[in-house]
Structures are given as structure tokens and as C-alpha cells.
T-cell receptor, first 110, second 113 residues
Framework: GEDVEQSLFLSVREGDSSVINCTYTDSSSTYLYWYKQEPGAGLQLLTYIFSNMDMKQDQRLTVLLNKKDKHLSLRIADTQTGDSAIYFC??????????FGAGTILRVKS | DAGITQSPRHKVTETGTPVTLRCHQTENHRYMYWYRQDPGHGLRLIHY???????DKGEVSDGYSVSRSKTEDFLLTLESATSSQTSVYFC????????????FGSGTRLTVV
């Protein structure tokens, strides 16, 4: 079945880069997503990448996709305390459904 | 997000009672989803809808039912609440085309005692 895996926790210092990794299983996924969840809130779409792309950059965010290894990463440059949150990777399935990973808690130390 | 609201935000209920959670959207999106969020599991799909009266089961649908009689409302019912259904429930909406992703509501924290 479909499965998305992420490491559970990442701690970085303010100003450093953060890299959050994800592996997925469905090679037919058309889109892959990164969502951010702050305490007590719903998930916000951060960015997405189409499956025929290797990389997407959006300001401080860089998404890398290795389709052969089914590996997705999110790099946050110059990480700030406001980036502390849970980050979810998700893959798209047929019928507009998403399968989410368990989430990576990012802690930014000042 | 202003286009999607969930009610109630918090609820405590007793084991064995029915509970209905409401998701309301003002975006006129066709697709609506109910997820539950539990530590270590991320979000798991309960039920989803592709339009009025068009619903289907997700991976964790046992003990839950849904209804969609209007485009804007998607109701999730726990027929007889159990402690294992204590969770945070999220509704999401989207439109066709994967580049839109989902828009999520703020969630309902349900505690079954």
C-alpha cells in the first residue's frame, strides 16, 4: 500500500539551513507536497513539486525530488524561530487523494 | 483559512454517544475530505466526497459515516463514540488539478471519555 516516511525530529540553530527528508512509495504520484502545521492550527501548503521536476525553489525553500529513489527533501535556508513547526510530506494519489507522512518536528534554537 | 470552517473546535463526549462534526466551505470546491491526526500517524483519511451525495471511504472509515447534501457542508458522524476516536479531526477542500493542494480547516479536538 501507499506509505510516506519521514524522520520525526530535527533541531537546528537559528540562521542554519534545515533539511527535512521524506520517502514515498507510489511511483505514479503526480505531485508531492510539503505542508507546515503550527501549534493548534491546521496544515498550510508550503510548496509542491510536479513529478517531472528535479528541483523547485521558492524564496528560502528548496525542494529536491529524486524520483528514482522516491526521495523528497525540503531545505529551509536561514532558518528562523518562526519556522518551528511540524512539517508534513504528502504524495498525491489517483482521485485527488493525498497520503501524508507522520510529520517532522522542526525545533529552531536561538 | 477563512474559506473553510469546522465546528465545534473542541468537544468532550461520553463513550457510546453519537457525535457530528461539521465542515463548511465558501469556496464552492467539489472535493472535501475528513482526516484524523494522531501522534506518530500523521493524517489518515477517514472519508471523502467528490460532490453532493457522492462519498467514499478512506483508510480508517470504521465507526464513521459522512453526509454531503449541499456543496458547502460535509458532516462527519461518529455513530457510537469510542475512546480510540479521541483525536484531532481536520476537514480539507480542494479543486481538480494537483497543483492546488488542499486547504485545511483549523481542526476539531474531540475527546471521548
Amino acid at each position: 500500500g501507499e506509505d510516506v516516511e519521514q524522520s520525526l525530529f530535527l533541531s537546528v540553530r537559528e540562521g542554519d539551513s534545515s533539511v527535512i527528508n521524506c520517502t514515498y512509495t507510489d511511483s505514479s504520484s503526480t505531485y508531492l507536497y510539503w505542508y507546515k502545521q503550527e501549534p493548534g492550527a491546521g496544515l498550510q501548503l508550503l510548496t509542491y513539486i510536479f513529478s517531472n521536476m528535479d528541483m523547485k525553489q521558492d524564496q528560502r525553500l528548496t525542494v529536491l525530488l529524486n524520483k528514482k529513489d522516491k526521495h523528497l527533501s525540503l531545505r529551509i535556508a536561514d532558518t528562523q524561530t518562526g519556522d518551528s513547526a511540524i512539517y508534513f510530506c504528502a504524495e498525491s494519489l489517483e482521485g485527488n487523494k493525498l497520503v501524508f507522512g507522520a510529520g517532522t518536528i522542526l525545533r529552531v534554537k536561538s | 483559512d477563512a474559506g473553510i470552517t469546522q465546528s465545534p473546535r473542541h468537544k468532550v463526549t461520553e463513550t457510546g454517544t453519537p457525535v457530528t462534526l461539521r465542515c463548511h466551505q465558501t469556496e464552492n470546491h467539489r472535493y472535501m475530505y475528513w482526516y484524523r491526526q494522531d501522534p506518530g500517524h500523521g493524517l489518515r483519511l477517514i472519508h471523502y466526497s467528490y460532490g453532493v451525495k457522492d462519498t467514499d471511504k478512506g483508510e480508517v472509515s470504521d465507526g464513521y459515516s459522512v453526509s454531503r447534501s449541499k456543496t458547502e457542508d460535509f458532516l462527519l458522524t461518529l455513530e457510537s463514540a469510542t475512546s480510540s476516536q479521541t483525536s484531532v479531526y481536520f476537514c480539507a477542500i480542494t479543486r481538480p488539478g494537483g497543483n492546488y493542494g488542499y486547504t485545511f480547516g483549523s481542526g476539531t479536538r474531540l475527546t471521548v471519555v
